[in-house]
């Protein structure tokens, strides 16, 4: 089974940036990756897809701002947040699946605010 940890959430001023990673225990090449967030009282939400075949898209509320990427020779992804708002709040997770398995990392907060 795969083991992910996220990192590099934080507090952030409305429009700044951060750049946070989820690293895996072991290769992700076979596995379809998502970034998802969850802000207080609401639903998680996914954030953006990071496909096996190498397709990426992102949820249209990020769309412009956020860019995800992944790198399976170091068995990680990231997700690029610029022009953050207050709205982006949240617990932001990485989730990995497979045929057969479905994981998730243990999330990180980031939080944006003056």
């Known amino acids: 089974q795969v083991q992910l940890v996220e990192s590099g959430g934080g507090l952030v001023q409305p429009g700044g940036s951060l750049r946070l990673s989820c690293a895996a225990s072991?290769?992700?090449?076979?596995?379809?990756m998502y970034w998802y967030r969850q802000a207080p009282g609401k639903q998680r939400e996914l954030v953006a897809r990071?496909?096996?075949?190498?397709?990426?898209n992102n949820a249209d509320s990020v769309k412009g701002r956020f860019t995800a990427s992944r790198d399976d020779a170091k068995n990680t992804i990231h997700l690029q947040m610029n022009s953050l708002n207050p709205e982006d709040t949240a617990v932001y997770y990485c989730?990995?699946?497979?045929?057969?398995?479905?994981?998730w990392g243990q999330g990180t907060q980031v939080t944006v605010s003056s």
């Open positions: 989730n990995g699946r497979s045929r057969f398995l479905n994981m």
């Open positions: 990071l496909m096996r075949s190498g397709t990426t």
């Open positions: 072991r290769s992700i090449e076979n596995y379809d």
